[in-house]
């Protein structure tokens, strides 16, 4: 079946500029995440999603950044005002609720942000 | 609170040796381990799990993690290592007990095979 997608997959960007990327988990996981690689920093918690509780934002290390979701399916991280240190990969992963929150997650592809 | 470590950033292992890759971790009550591969320009791909029961777990791609509770230790094992195999390496931990669904991983190993 379909993965975790995740849209677009790169995309560069000046220094100031506001950016929305895309990430539409698998059908029927009411769990999805956000996290941030950067080159030797492992990955970076943002912000979690579970079903129409209110999200856990505690990862997100700005005001510049937010994120919603949209009807429990379709998630979009906006980063305002892009600052070069938010160059990185974008990592989308969703997980099934069913059978216990210890199942694990699967991840999309990511979005790789360049900001000039 | 919850932490993982992975104390070695790369490993070197020839073609056909074994491999092992260690995690150890840090939690308040018991442990969800977890093991990824990240390909290059790809996701995470999950390989194996430790929830509870026997402490030898066995995954994909013939890999295997031993889970030990005196050491909190969960280190990825393979009896023969492919070139293939090259990649980087996550290990995830999240406290059972807590209240919060959110793991937290380590900085991953980079396991390089030489032919």
């Known amino acids: 079946g379909a993965g975790v997608s995740q849209s677009p997959s790169n995309k560069v960007t000046e220094k100031g500029k506001d950016v929305e990327l895309r990430c539409d988990p698998i059908s029927g996981h009411t769990a999805l995440y956000w996290y941030r690689q950067s080159l030797g920093q492992g990955l970076e918690f943002l912000i979690y999603f579970q079903g129409n509780s209110a999200p856990d934002k505690s990862g997100l290390p700005s005001d510049r950044f937010s994120a919603e979701r949209t009807g429990g399916s379709v998630s979009t991280l906006t980063i305002q005002r892009t600052q070069q240190e938010d160059s990185a990969v974008y990592l989308c992963?969703?997980?099934?609720?069913?059978?216990?929150?210890?199942?694990?997650?699967?991840f999309g592809p990511g979005t790789r942000l360049t900001v000039l | 609170a919850q932490s993982v470590a992975q104390p070695e950033d790369q490993v070197n292992v020839a073609e056909g040796n074994p491999l092992t890759v260690k995690c150890t971790y840090s939690?308040?009550?018991?442990?969800?381990l977890f093991w990824y591969v990240q390909y290059p320009n790809r996701g995470l791909q999950f390989l194996l799990k430790y929830i509870t029961g026997d402490n030898l777990v066995k995954g994909s791609y013939g890999f295997e993690a031993e889970f030990n509770k005196s050491q909190t230790s969960f280190h990825l094992k393979k009896p023969s290592a492919l070139v293939s195999d090259s990649a980087l390496y996550f290990c995830a931990v999240r406290d059972a007990s807590g209240g919060s669904y959110i793991p937290t991983f380590g900085r991953g190993t980079s396991l390089i095979v030489h032919p």
């Open positions: 992963a969703s997980r099934p609720s069913g059978g216990g929150s210890y199942n694990e997650q699967f």
């Open positions: 939690v308040s009550g018991n442990p969800y």
